[in-house]
């Protein structure tokens, strides 16, 4: 069920505060680190399928977003988590209606940040290489589309290793071999991720610990790294 918002009923901030426990949240870290970077972080914008429901997603963020910014609710950037699904990406991506998703944002004078981004990779072929350049060409497509957004100031691989990944406890493979984590060096992935930020004119990829990396934009002044800034 959801609200008039578009909020969840059924979770229990929502059961236990009411609608304005998102306000609260903002208003609440806000109080605590004056110059943290709030994020409203949410999944499922890129495609409408079984996977995710884009279209009705994004409605519901810009309308959610738009009354934080009427309440002046201290909320600087819209976390896009970036779960795709190799699969059916090909045909479930719709490019246009994203970027417009991504400049409606920026218009509103929000950051982006692309927070989680990892592929399933079930439903594909067990051989390393065929999945590999699969999950790499999803990755590609998609940050060609996303980076050309001027607001995107980062990119974040979800996950410390395959070995760990999430997505091995709620989508398992049968072959138990996940290789969901796209930046994870060394990958096919990897590569098709620095091509696509080289040709947009990019900066080159920063590399974190334990294979998670960022993609940084030169336009970029500050970048939320693990531990630092607060996640709503």
Request: glycine residues 6%; charged residues 25%.
């Amino acid at each position: 069920m959801l609200d008039a918002l578009g909020l969840r009923t059924d979770v229990p901030w929502h059961a236990t505060i009411g609608p304005s426990y998102v306000t609260e949240s903002f208003h609440r870290a806000h109080e605590a680190d004056s110059d943290a970077t709030l994020v409203l972080n949410e999944f499922g914008y890129e495609t409408d399928d079984g996977f995710a429901s884009a279209v009705a997603k994004r409605a519901a963020t810009l309308r959610l977003l738009d009354q934080l910014l009427d309440d002046d609710v201290p909320v600087h950037a819209l976390g896009v988590q970036a779960h795709l699904h190799a699969t059916n990406f090909a045909q479930a991506f719709e490019p246009d209606g994203y970027q417009r998703f991504l400049s409606e944002i920026a218009d509103r004078g929000l950051k982006i940040l692309i927070t989680e981004m990892d592929v399933l990779d079930n439903g594909l072929p067990p051989e390393i290489g065929v999945r590999d350049q699969a999950v790499a060409d999803v990755v590609g497509r998609y940050l060609e589309v996303a980076l050309e957004e001027p607001a995107v100031a980062s990119v974040v691989s979800f996950g410390l290793s395959d070995r760990y990944t999430w997505l091995e406890e709620d989508y398992q493979r049968l072959d138990g071999a996940p290789r969901a984590a796209p930046l994870q060096p060394p990958t096919a992935a990897q590569t098709r991720a620095r091509s696509a930020e080289v040709r947009l004119g990019k900066s080159p990829s920063t590399e974190l610990d334990l294979g998670t990396a960022w993609l940084l934009k030169p336009s970029s002044t500050s970048v939320l790294k693990p531990g630092h800034g607060t996640h709503t």
